[in-house]
């Protein structure tokens, strides 16, 4: 009969085998810091149960000698005492332990392998891979003719000639709900992920198409403060159904005013965009001190639904008219302690006209 300890040793086995399940499940499913500590579950979880498993099979061999020394062997062969045999119950401990320690490897790597941990290569920032598709390269180059995209049909990554700035198509559909989900309203939305090794104002144009192949609509400029280690995401509403990356260029500079209206945390809930209700969304209330057909609006999100990592920057198209409120809203806000901050809203200066007044706002 086993002693006592050995019942405990028999727990701790459980226990350890719990904590490696639930660190695999958590790797799976979540990202970041609890990626991480996920990590932390199945390590610690796999030496508990190794090393309880070991300290079982070593009293169970004990046991097993202490029987067979202390008994009349005559006895053992009777039906109520089976035979003990030591070299059996030393095999059996060998395979078993060998098994402890290839199921805890195993689940180690599981976890290592999951996508939803964030990479461990510092320059590239952490949890776009799922969203953004590739890192940027250390000397990149441009990639050619561009070709269009749409929704579910990606189009191969940007890169910004020298700068070391890689735009890639959001493929992932939860990172693109996250993205589009509050600021599309009835249109079609593609949204564009900006990795970059070097910190900048980022001038993209952007072509639209009503087909893959046909001739372009229109462009539009749109303009993003990139930083290294953070992740941008550019939402492109339209209501055209295909559109591409034509020309990007990082400006110490850029021709864009971004002191063209002033905000304020939204009180008013109620009239948030129905998107909201399952992405969870941050307002604000913005009044433009200037008309701008086509603003951008950048949040520093605080939250990293979808993949989109935290934390990362949202830029979004709205529309501004002089002294007119309008609220905006940045999508993907879902957890509790999830936060969101705006931090610019630019306009693209208009030739003879609002250059001087930007100059002027930026000598100040």
Do not use: K
């Not at 609890?34 to 070593?58: D, E, H, K, Y």
């Not at 939305?189 to 001038?203: F, I, K, M, N, Q």
Request: net charge negative; aromatic share 6%.
């Amino acid at each position: 009969m086993m002693p006592a300890s050995g019942r405990r040793y028999e727990a701790l086995r459980w226990v350890g085998l719990g904590l490696i399940v639930l660190g695999v499940v958590l790797a799976v499913l979540e990202t970041g810091t609890i990626g991480v500590f996920a990590m932390v579950l199945v390590l610690g979880g796999g030496v508990l149960f190794t090393v309880s498993s070991a300290r079982w099979w070593n009293l169970a061999v004990d046991t097993a000698r202490s029987i067979r020394a202390g008994g009349d062997p005559r006895a053992w062969l009777s039906a109520d005492h089976p035979t003990v045999l030591v070299a059996a119950v030393s095999r059996a401990r060998r395979f078993a332990l060998v098994l402890s320690a290839t199921l805890s490897a195993l689940a180690l790597v599981a976890g290592i392998g999951s996508p939803g941990l964030p990479a461990l290569d510092p320059a590239e920032p952490p949890a776009t891979n799922s969203a953004v598709g590739e890192e940027p390269v250390s000397t990149p180059t441009p990639t050619g003719i561009s070709t269009r995209g749409a929704h579910g049909l990606p189009v191969s990554p940007f890169d910004v000639e020298g700068e070391g700035v890689r735009i890639g198509q959001v493929e992932d559909e939860d990172a693109w709900w996250a993205l589009c989900g509050a600021a599309m309203g009835d249109s079609d939305c593609l949204a564009w992920g900006v990795v970059a090794s070097v910190e900048c104002d980022l001038d993209v144009t952007i072509s639209f198409a009503d087909t893959e192949t046909g001739p372009i609509a229109r462009t539009e400029e749109r303009s993003v403060r990139v930083r290294p280690g953070t992740p941008a995401f550019i939402a492109s509403v339209a209501e055209e159904t295909w559109s591409s990356i034509d020309a990007a260029e990082c400006r110490p500079r850029p021709d864009v005013d971004d002191h063209v209206a002033t905000w304020f945390s939204t009180l008013d809930y109620e009239a948030q965009p129905e998107g909201c209700w399952d992405l969870g969304c941050i307002g604000f209330d913005v009044i433009p001190s200037r008309d701008c057909p086509r603003a951008d609006v950048q949040f520093a999100v605080y939250d990293g639904y979808g993949g989109t990592g935290n934390p990362h920057d949202l830029v979004i198209p709205v529309e501004l008219q002089e002294d007119v409120p309008t609220t905006v809203w940045a999508g993907g806000v879902e957890s509790f302690e999830g936060d969101a901050v705006l931090t610019r809203i630019s306009c693209r200066v208009q030739p003879n006209v609002d250059r001087a007044a930007a100059e002027q706002h930026t000598d100040s």
